[in-house]
């Protein structure tokens, strides 16, 4: 039977892969967006009579949808790093009343909800790599606060469900991706570095560049999503790429990738609990879902130039 899932925030990056990738998969998909760092290019390019249905809807207020669903995913938030000061209280309330709403929507229906967590929820992380056991050194009132403890809280909340309503939940602990359709200007640090590299500016290294992530290409998550999805996974996935780099030798890749001779220059770090190593452990996903990223950085990097030559 066809499957018809409600995708919360899916005109942004992920939101656009995952939904491109449900739609070819035969699944009915309703998008639900704000729009607020989501593009009406990507809702006009999803959207397909038979297949894709966009409605414009701030989460943090109730909805209702009509027919069946069968799977809810929450990727409604903000998430870059800028966003954190531009629009804090607004990232609270879409992790809180966004993710209730969210879940009472899957409740009503039946449905399995699928919550996108992050990385972030470590925090400033003291255990390496990190594993799903690990709970975290989150700084409660620093700058990434908003972030982090809103999207504690949505793990919290979602656990609530499960047990109280045995609601099926899934948790994806996504780490660093990155790919075509992230926003040329939203501040994360691989759309920066190959917007300058294109524009001949030289790469800005907070706080010197030596931190490290690992970064994932879109359709590896998108893949890790799908799987998870379909999974009785009941305990959070770390999701994402166990290739670990420093934010330098991200900057010299692109640099290279590019042909660019702009350079790299040292800038203050934005915020001043900005993680300094970032690595998943990512054995429960290989165990329980079989899954394991495929696209190495220098090819998935080549695959992003295209898009953001266009806003250059
Ligand atoms: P994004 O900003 O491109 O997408 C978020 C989407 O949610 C946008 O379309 C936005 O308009 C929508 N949205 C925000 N507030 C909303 C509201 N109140 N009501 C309805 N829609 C709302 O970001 P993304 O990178 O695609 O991230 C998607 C999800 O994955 C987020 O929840 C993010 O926290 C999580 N995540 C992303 C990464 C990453 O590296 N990209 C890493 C970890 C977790
Ligand atoms: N960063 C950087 N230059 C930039 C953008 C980001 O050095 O132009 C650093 C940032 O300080 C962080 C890392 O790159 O240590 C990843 O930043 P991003 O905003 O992509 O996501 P984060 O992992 O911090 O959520």
Redesign the pocket.
Same mark, same amino acid.
């Given at each position: 039977m066809r499957q018809r899932v409600v995708i *919360?925030?899916g005109?942004?990056?992920?939101?656009y892969h995952l939904s491109t990738r449900l739609s070819h998969e035969g699944w009915s998909v309703v998008i639900?967006?704000?729009?607020?760092?989501?593009t009406h290019r990507n809702a006009a390019e999803l959207e397909q009579p038979d297949t894709c249905r966009v409605v414009t809807?701030?989460?943090?207020d109730p909805l209702t949808v009509e027919g069946p669903v069968d799977y809810v995913v929450n990727?409604?938030?903000?998430?870059s790093p800028v966003d954190f000061s531009r629009v804090p209280v607004?990232i609270m309330r879409?992790c809180s009343e966004?993710t209730l709403n969210l879940l009472e929507l899957a409740l009503h229906k039946g449905a399995t909800f699928l919550q *996108?967590s992050?990385?972030e929820v470590y925090g400033d992380p003291e255990v390496h790599p990190q594993e799903e056991s690990y709970t975290g050194n989150v700084n409660i009132n620093g700058p990434r606060s908003v972030y982090d403890e809103g999207?504690r809280y949505a793990e919290a909340l979602c656990t609530a469900y499960a047990r109280k309503y045995r609601l099926p939940v899934r948790i994806a602990r996504?780490?660093?991706?990155y790919g075509p359709r992230m926003?040329a200007d939203d501040g994360r640090v691989v759309s920066n570095f190959i917007v300058r590299a294109l524009q001949g500016q030289p790469l800005e290294l907070y706080g010197g560049g030596q931190q490290t992530r690992s970064f994932c290409y879109v359709s590896d998550l998108v893949d890790g999503l799908f799987r998870l999805l379909q999974s009785d996974a009941d305990s959070p996935v770390n999701l994402g790429n166990p290739a670990e780099y420093t934010i330098a030798e991200l900057a010299d890749a692109v640099l290279k990738l590019t042909g660019s001779d702009a350079g790299t220059e040292d800038k203050p770090l934005l915020h001043r609990d900005d993680p300094k190593r970032r690595c998943p452990n990512i054995e429960r996903a290989k165990t329980l879902l079989g899954w394991e990223p495929r696209v190495v950085l220098e090819d998935g990097l080549e695959q992003c130039v295209p898009w953001f030559r266009e806003f250059v």
């Open positions: *919360a925030g005109a942004g990056f992920i939101g639900v967006d704000n729009f607020a760092t989501g809807h701030d989460v943090c990727l409604a938030c903000p998430a607004e879409v966004g *996108a992050t990385s999207k996504i780490f660093n991706t926003r």
